[in-house]
């Protein structure tokens, strides 16, 4: 039994208890695949937690809680404010909140001479980059005995690219390799209730210009006259289609609200036909200033 600080929801109990179990009798390296939004963080917080409560006040060790941003490190204090009964400096006062980008500044001979007890590696596919990887690596080569957990919503980095790598590939070497206690996706959160449903909205994004073109391919091709009438008659339809369908602009016109909570898959391109994503957030903000 552990004391549930954080109050942790029942999924998160359960895979909470195995990471305990994994910890203390199983294996020193131990994961969890949970989806966006499930309370990841809280679990990462319980584990810190608890593991200070098993250092002495005069033992210099640490736990080391590695994050992507500052953003997250703020926000786990603002989660860590929010409870009554816990107090940051008396509760936490082994542990050091650090971004992945921070090892950088630090040289192997100085991550060796580290006292870290248990690292926590939250959003863990991050050490699938080449330099915070080799620093992770030199960390838990130069720290026998030390417990690692790490957590994350997917595992894959560089989908689709020639750099893909699961970070917990059964048949790898990856430091997470063969270590997953609970897997927790978005869907299950969904049916039980954890993660609202979301509604879809989309538009068309660039399909006039792909419309043209394979209209003039169509002309240009060896077809027989009914052919090309079926093929030019299915172009007509997916023009009309295109052009009766609401812009990104309008769509958010439409759909954003002030109190919402959205999740936006933006375009390769703004509106403007640039590639570019400074470009796209700026359009983007125009948007949610004009409308909000």
């Not at 020193?28 to 250092?55: E, P, W």
């Not at 030390?146 to 690219?161: E, L, N, Q, S, W």
């Not at 996706?185 to 073109?213: F, Q, S, W």
């Not at 439409?254 to 898959?265: E, M, Q, V």
């Amino acid at each position: 039994m552990f004391n549930n600080v954080f109050d942790l929801y029942n999924h998160n109990i359960l895979a909470y208890r195995k990471i305990l179990l994994g910890l203390e009798k199983t294996k020193d390296i131990v994961s969890i695949i949970h989806g966006t939004g499930t309370g990841k963080s809280y679990i990462g917080l319980q584990l810190a937690y608890d593991f200070s409560k098993k250092i002495d006040i005069d033992d210099d060790s640490r736990i080391l809680y590695i994050v992507p941003s500052h953003g997250i490190i703020e926000h786990l204090h603002e989660i860590i404010d929010s409870i009554p009964s816990l107090n940051f400096d008396r509760d936490f006062s082994k542990v050091d909140f650090i971004t992945y980008q921070s090892l950088v500044y630090l040289s192997n001979d100085e991550i060796g001479k580290l006292k870290i007890k248990l690292l926590i590696l939250d959003e863990f596919h991050h050490i699938g980059a080449p330099i915070w990887g080799e620093k992770i690596n030199t960390l838990v080569e130069t720290h026998d005995g030390m417990k690692v957990f790490g957590m994350t919503a997917y595992t894959v980095r560089d989908r689709g690219t020639i750099y893909e790598r699961d970070m917990v590939n059964s048949d790898g070497s990856e430091l997470f390799s063969n270590s997953v206690v609970s897997k927790y996706d978005i869907c299950d959160a969904m049916i039980d209730g954890v993660l609202p449903k979301p509604i879809y909205k989309t538009t068309y994004i660039d399909l006039l210009d792909k419309e043209i073109k394979l209209e003039e391919l169509v002309n240009s091709r060896d077809f027989s006259q009914k052919e090309k009438e079926e093929y030019l008659k299915i172009l007509k339809d997916a023009r009309k289609k295109i052009l009766s369908a609401p812009s990104i602009k309008q769509l958010f016109k439409n759909n954003i609200k002030k109190d919402g909570k959205y999740l936006y898959f933006c375009p390769s391109t703004s509106e403007m036909g640039i590639n570019d994503i400074d470009s796209i957030i700026e359009e983007t903000k125009g948007w949610l200033y004009e409308f909000l």
